[in-house]
C-alpha cells in the first residue's frame, strides 16, 4: 500500500498481494479460504446461482422495455443486476432510461440524431468530478412532460435541465396498486409493493461521453480483457438526477454513472474476487452497521474493481481468497484514514468526499478494521452466516442449500413468465401450463423444506414463511 499521502488516482493506493509471515502460516490461510469459497457456494454465492440470477433479471429489464415499446429501457442494477443477492435479501433497484432524450459531450454534434430526440448538451466546467450541468440544445418533437417540466432558467436566458425537479415529477406519478412510495432518497424514489418489495426507482437519461470511456479504456491494466474493454465502453454511461453534496449547483447537477457497464465488469470478476466481494459487503453489513451508507457497497466494489485491475488475474484463486480479503480490508482502512477513494470509472472523483463520516465513526471504524487485519482468517468468525455454516453439520447444509438454489431457479422463472403471462393490470394468467408447472415445483420444494424442518424440531407456521425464510 501507498502511504497515505499519494495522490488519489494513483494505483499504488490498491494493494498487491502480501505474503505471510511463515509457511504453515501461509497454509492456514489458504485452508480456510478454501473452506470459506466453499460455505460461500452453498450460501447462494457459487457461479451457477449468480449466472441464473443475472440472466434472469436482464431477461425481465428487456421484457419490461418491450412492454414500454421503447419510450424507456429498464436496466435492473445494483446486486440484483450483478447476481449476488437472492429474491428478498435485498431490495431491487432499477434505472429507468428516457429514450426519447440524449446528452451529449462537449464535443460531440448532435446532427447525427432524429428529429424527435431532445438533445442536452452537458457543462461540466464548476461542476465536481463526474457531475455537469445539462443545457437544452435541442427540442424533440416528442417530449415527456417530466422532461418538459424540469426545465429552468439559467440566469442568461438559456433553459437547464433540474435534477431536483426531474425527480420531483417523478415523485408525483400515480402510485400502483398496493404500492407505498418512500421519501426520496439521493437520485432514487424508494417504494415498497404488498408491504415487502422494496424497490428504488432512478430516473436517468443517456449520456454519449466517448472522451470518458475511451480515458478508462486506455488505462494499463491486468483486467479486465480488451474484448470485455470494448463492451463496457458500448454500452455507454448514463446521468442520474443527483449533483455533487454543497455544490451552488445541486439542484441542477447530474452525475455521470455507469451501471450497465459495471455489471458487466462484475460479470468479469473470477469467483475467488467476486467471493471476496460478498465477503466485504457481509462485513459491512454485520460488522461496520454503517447508517447513511458512510461506507455502502458501491464503495466496496470500487476496491474490488481496482484490485482485479491492478493484479494478475492467476493470483486470484481458491486458497488466496483470505488473503486478498486482508488486502481489501487494509485498502478500505486507509481508504477512511485519508477520505480518499478514486471512482473507478472516473478516477478524479473520490468516493469518500460526500461520505458524511464523523470523527467518532472514523475512529471506530478504523479501530474495527485494524483488529480484524490482526485476526487473520478467524476473522471470517464476525460473520453470523460463515459462523452459522461452520458449526452446522455438512450434510443437512448442503441438502438445504440445495433446495435453496432450486426453489431460487424456479421463482426466478416463475417471476419472467408470470411478467409474459400478464394483462395490462399484471394480474397474472394462472391457467398458462408452464406458470402451473412452476408453481406446482414451488410447492413440491416448500413441502419437502417444512416436513424437514419439522422433523429437526422447527415451528414453521406456512409455506409462505418458508419461502421468506429461505430466499432471505
Known sequence: MAESGTRPDEPERFPRQGSMSSKQDLIQWENTSVETCTILSWLGYGQEIIQARKDAYRELGKLWTAWECGEATLIITGSKGEGLSSYLESDVDLMTVNNRVFCLEDDV?????PGE????????????HG??????ERLGTTIHRQVHGAFCDDGYGRELLSSDLYVNNWSNEDLHESEVRHERAGPSIPSTVHGHMHSDYVHALHYYCPNILSKWAARPRHWPPPEAVQRVVSLGAFLTPVGFKGSEYQHVEWRVCFNAGEIELISNLNDTQTKLYVLLKMIKNDVLHPRKKEVSSYTLKNIVLWMAENNPQASFHKKSLLQWLHEALDALRVALITLELPYYMIPERNLMATSG?????QRTWISTITDMLHEGPRVILRLPKIRQCIVAHPEPLRWYSGRRIELELVWLMRMNRGFICSDENGKVDDTDAIVQALKRRINEVLTDVGVRMRMEGSRVINAQAIFDRILM
Not at 430526440?117 to 465536481?128: C, D, E, K, N, P
Open 109 to 113: 454534434k448532435s446532427s447525427a440524431f
Open 117 to 128: 430526440i431532445t438533445v442536452l448538451r452537458s457543462l461540466s466546467r464548476r461542476s465536481y
Open 131 to 136: 457531475h455537469c450541468r445539462l443545457l437544452l
Open 357 to 361: 463520516l464523523d470523527r467518532k465513526q
